[in-house]
């Protein structure tokens, strides 16, 4: 088998940390290099299960710093790059956009320029379904494809989709050989607790409100992050250049059901259902047509969502200590400033 060096920025969060775990299982061949700036959504204790492993090395490193970059790629020359690296939560791009254009735009530009310089074999981007808008609620029977336009919502969502555009700029102008792919929203272990699913395991937990935003109607689209991690792997290596690979669980729950669902599964009361004032731009209804990397690359999720929400409940209960840390941390003032009501 041949082995690959794959550049992972990122890789410290928790889809590239879940990515990196699930690589170094599946192609115990291949070396893995992790870059991340170590955001407050970084957390190294994620990836200490790997930190010995001779195959995984670690840089501390922002990708907007082009020479810290550049002397990356030239030391550690990756075959392959999949760049996870950005600010992800909608809330705080809503709060504070501009680290969202820096790291996002700006720095997905900066690893693709590393990329030609050291000619990478794949630079892979990892995007969101959030760069199609939203779809509206009375109309289940629309779906986002690959040919959706573009029609963004929050600061975070424009930032993503603009990354998209210079990929595929990148790849028409210098060639380079690129794969992109829009997720739907992921969930399951070592999720930032900012994110609806574990903020709201936590939350119940500790017997504290649960801020359901405006009327609780809102749908996405899960997927168990596993199952993006599957998808990323087939890509890479079985997807064509230049095209745009949507993945998906076929999984529509509102989030009202979602917040039901975790009360019931931890034995909690409704009543700790507290509606707050609307997100701002709030996307109503996400929805993937994951039809093309079904087709093309054979792709199908392997956890239904009865299950993995289940496992993803029983992971936050067996490992509190992860979590309750980063409770500990400046997360307190980003709370008690994000939800003022309750
Ligand atoms: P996350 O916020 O948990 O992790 C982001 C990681 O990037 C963190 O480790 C952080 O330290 C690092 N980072 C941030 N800025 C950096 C910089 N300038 N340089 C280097 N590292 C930096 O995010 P996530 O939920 O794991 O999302 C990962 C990617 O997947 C993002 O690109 C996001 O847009 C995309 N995505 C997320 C979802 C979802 O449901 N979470 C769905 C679709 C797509
Ligand atoms: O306290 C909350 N209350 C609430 O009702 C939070 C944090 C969220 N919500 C709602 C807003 C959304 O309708 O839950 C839904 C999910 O919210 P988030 O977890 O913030 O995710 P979302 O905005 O859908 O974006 C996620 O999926 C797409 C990721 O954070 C993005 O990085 C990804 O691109």
Same mark, same amino acid.
Request: charged fraction near 40%; hydrophobic fraction near 20%; charge should be negative.
């Given at each position: 088998m041949n082995s690959k060096t794959i550049l992972v920025s990122g890789g410290a969060g928790f889809i590239g940390a879940n990515f990196v775990l699930y690589m170094l299982k599946k192609h115990p061949q291949y070396k893995i290099i992790c870059v991340d700036a170590l955001t407050y959504a970084g957390n190294l204790k994620t990836l200490s299960p790997v930190m $010995?492993? *001779?195959n995984f090395s670690f840089f501390k490193l922002d990708i907007t710093d082009r020479k810290g970059i550049f002397e990356l790629f030239q030391s550690t020359k990756p075959d392959i790059v999949v760049n996870f690296a950005a600010e992800s939560h909608v809330d705080r791009s809503i709060k504070d956009p501009e680290i969202f254009l820096k790291t996002n735009i700006l720095g997905t530009q900066v690893l693709m320029d590393a990329s030609r310089e050291f000619q990478v074999e794949r630079f892979h981007q990892i995007s969101t #379904? &959030?760069?199609y808008g939203d779809l509206p609620l #009375?109309? *289940?029977e629309l779906l986002f494809t690959e040919k959706t336009p573009i029609h963004t919502s929050s600061p975070y969502s424009a930032s993503k989709a603009a990354a998209d555009l210079l990929v595929l700029a990148y790849h028409r102008t210098f060639n380079l050989p690129v794969t992109i792919s829009r997720c739907s929203n992921n969930y399951g272990p070592?999720?930032? *607790? &900012?994110?609806l699913i574990p903020l709201m395991i936590v939350n119940a937990l500790a017997d504290k409100a649960l801020p359901v935003y405006g009327d609780g109607l809102n749908i996405r689209d899960w997927l168990y992050v596993e199952d993006h991690c599957l998808a990323v792997d087939l890509i890479i290596h079985h997807g064509v250049v230049g095209e745009v690979y949507n993945v998906g669980g076929n999984n529509e729950v509102s989030n009202i059901d979602i917040v039901k669902i975790i009360l019931k599964e931890l034995q909690k *009361? $409704?009543?700790?259902?507290r509606y707050v004032k609307d997100r701002a731009g709030h996307d109503r209804r996400y929805a993937i047509d994951p039809t093309k990397i079904h087709n093309d690359l054979g792709f199908l999720p392997q956890t239904q969502f009865k299950d993995g929400i289940k496992k993803t409940i029983a992971w936050y209960l067996e490992n509190r200590a992860w979590w309750e840390d980063i409770l500990k941390g400046d997360y307190q003032n980003y709370f008690q400033e994000m939800y003022q009501e309750i």
């Open positions: $010995e492993n *001779p #379904d &959030e760069v #009375d109309k *289940p070592y999720h930032f *607790p &900012e994110k *009361p $409704e009543s700790l259902i």
